[in-house]
């Protein structure tokens, strides 16, 4: 009876489960591909209009008949605030990890990776609130108007009058919202590596910090890179904790002089305009133009980032499998 | 044979050598128990300085009431708790299902080249710009429809939402073990019906923190939100209309020259924040674990390979 009731089923509900499954696994691939459409075809107008200029000019002008649109500005902005936010986050990024994988008692460890991985659930907007209005009042007293009296005149990157307003603030905030992102992923990377090989250091006589050296980063090193590297693409898309703390300059002045001077990047100049540009003239083109060059961008870092973890995993091969 | 003389200068050597290296021992762990500090001073300060500036904030009227006349500081930010909440329902009930029916098809169909570039996207769209995926939902939904609205808003966080929920839902069904798979085949159940009845049944705790983490974040999106539902002083008009949100809200608030406004925006920023915390917190408690140990085998089968 029941081997006829099989038999009879016509329909193969295995294959539609797997269709419908992979199909809406495909949803994500359309999405990118009619982002990257959309963005081409909606930018269209400032690259016929500005031509290669757009990515070589620093002009900013959105008045009627004076249209003149030049990117260079926010893409120098963005690669200046992610770079110095990963020098200041990513060395603190792996002592911390360090501490929650190697050093921290078992009673404080639980706790102390979730407090760090609330750090990063706390809303971009609230980093900007707080920047806005507690750590810029104290950073700017503290850090920069010290820094600036030391070393203004000598180093140009401390010249300008420190407002708080500026890309080194931005910079630190950016530093502080990557931090747990690396810092959580990186534990876990680190707590990966069999204790064996712990132990075989300890053997050998060595210090903890010699076993982080011998045993763990060596097996850790791809993984720890693709952790860096995830931050940078966070810090990358990083929208509304900068440009609330920026100071949005635009046109050559946002290009980046000093750490002490207003910038803009790619995705706060979107934030701050998008709603004023209206769809009758260049303005809102440039703006989606340079949502395009943002997006390339942070396509190409994670491509890099899979890539060079890639990389460094085959050169491992050998010696990971114990 | 070694003299004397040999052994005390190789003690003389040795002694120095081990003394140097906890020295060295004695900085690096001081030096990573500051870095643990510096991380967490801003945590901190955050919190107090939310609920210090925003309690004074938080009354009923002020969760209910619409705003009131710019500068005056009252009415409350009643349309944005109800936008923040509605546009949550509506981007979870296009974002959960097909995150996770993407989640299930690369664990259990995963290994072959279509899967391996879909995994790929999946990890790129992850830690994406938001700001992009606004743009995206402005150009094909607000210019379509000619006005700004929850669609549009619902489309760009779904989007938000369904790498990170695939991807846990990946992670916790490669946590099942084959032998659960095993017994269902060898009772005769059909695939689908092992996969939904069986693994993602007892993946379900790892599925429902996936989505809570999703939910959490794009509860404090804000750049998509300012080209898809544009922030609105009213409540709830229909869903192809513009609406507020709290981060939306909070951002507005801040820009404004007015103490009063600013009070304002801290009370906004103590209700985000329990959102989301409430939500990570519950998360961790209820799901601790098994996340942690998702994470982990996923970078050890990385290393594996």
Not at chain 1, 250 to 271: E, R
Not at chain 2, 255 to 274: F, K, R, T
Request: net charge positive; hydrophobic share 55%; with cysteine.
């Amino acid at each position: 009876m029941r081997a006829v009731r099989l038999k009879k089923s016509s329909l193969d509900t295995d294959k539609i489960f797997k269709i419908g499954t992979s199909v809406a696994a495909a949803y994500i691939l359309a999405i990118i591909v009619l982002i990257v459409f959309e963005l081409v075809t909606g930018s269209f107008p400032v690259w016929k209009e500005e031509g290669f200029s757009f990515l070589t000019g620093s002009d900013w002008n959105a008045v009627e008949d004076r249209e003149s649109f030049g990117a260079v500005p926010y893409i120098f902005g963005t690669l200046v605030t992610a770079g110095l936010a990963m020098l200041m986050g990513v060395p603190v990024s792996m002592g911390i990890a360090m501490f929650l994988s190697e050093l921290a008692p078992k009673f404080i460890r639980t706790p102390l990776s979730f407090v760090i991985e609330l750090l990063a659930a706390v809303p971009s907007v609230i980093y900007g609130l707080w920047g806005l209005f507690v750590f810029r009042l104290y950073f700017k007293d503290w850090i920069e108007a010290p820094l600036h009296n030391m070393f203004g005149d000598s180093i140009w990157f401390f010249s300008g009058t420190p407002f708080g307003l500026d890309i080194f603030t931005a910079s630190v905030i950016l530093a502080i919202m990557i931090i747990p992102t690396i810092s959580s992923i990186s534990r876990e990377i680190m707590l990966a590596v069999p204790n064996s090989q712990r132990e075989a250091a300890y053997m050998l006589g060595a210090t903890k910090w010699e076993v982080f050296k011998m045993a763990v980063i060596p097996y850790s090193k791809s993984g720890l890179i693709g952790a860096s590297i995830l931050g940078l693409g966070r810090a990358v898309g990083e929208t509304m904790a900068v440009t609330m703390l920026i100071g949005n300059a635009t046109g050559p002045a946002a290009l980046p002089q000093s750490l002490f001077k207003a910038g803009q990047t790619m995705s706060s100049i979107i934030a701050n305009e998008f709603n004023e540009a209206s769809p009758a003239g260049l303005h809102i083109h440039a703006l989606i133009g340079i949502g395009l060059i943002l997006f390339l961008v942070a396509l190409a870092i994670n491509i890099v980032a899979h890539l060079l973890v890639a990389r460094v995993l085959k050169a491992h091969e050998g010696a990971v499998q114990a | 044979m070694i003299t004397a003389e040999q052994r005390a200068e190789f003690r003389k050597h040795f002694r120095y050598n081990v003394n140097q290296r906890l020295v060295k021992d004695r900085i690096v762990k001081a030096v990573v128990f500051a870095c643990v500090v510096i991380a967490i001073i801003p945590l901190g300060s955050i919190l107090f300085e939310v609920f210090k500036n925003g309690s004074a904030a938080l009354s009923i009227e002020f969760l209910t009431q619409i705003p009131g006349a710019i500068g005056t500081g009252e009415g409350g930010v009643g349309p944005a708790i109800q936008g923040t909440l509605l546009i949550i329902g509506t981007s979870s009930l296009v974002g959960v299902p097909i995150g996770v029916l993407s989640g299930i098809f690369l664990s259990e169909f995963g290994d072959n080249r279509y899967s391996k570039t879909i995994r790929f996207f999946n990890d790129v769209m992850a830690e994406f710009p938001s700001i992009v995926i606004g743009i995206f939902a402005f150009l094909i939904i607000v210019l379509v429809l000619g006005n700004f609205s929850i669609w549009a808003g619902t489309f760009a966080l779904s989007i938000i939402m369904l790498p990170i929920i695939a991807r846990t839902t990946e992670e916790s069904l490669k946590l099942v073990p084959i032998t659960y798979r095993e017994a269902g085949f060898a009772l005769g159940i059909k695939r689908w019906a092992i996969i939904m009845h069986i693994v993602v049944s007892s993946a379900k705790s790892g599925l429902i923190t996936g989505i809570m983490l999703a939910v959490a974040r794009i509860a404090g999106e804000t750049a998509p939100l300012i080209m898809t539902i544009l922030g609105s002083s009213q409540f709830f008009a229909g869903f192809n209309g513009p609406i507020d949100a709290l981060p939306l809200r909070i951002w507005r608030l801040s820009l404004l020259p007015y103490d009063s406004a600013q009070a304002q925006g801290w009370g906004a920023a103590v209700v985000l924040i329990l959102i989301v915390l409430s939500i990570n917190i519950a998360v961790r408690f209820i799901f601790l674990r098994k996340r942690g140990r998702g994470l982990q085998i996923k970078y050890q089968r990385r290393g594996q390979k």
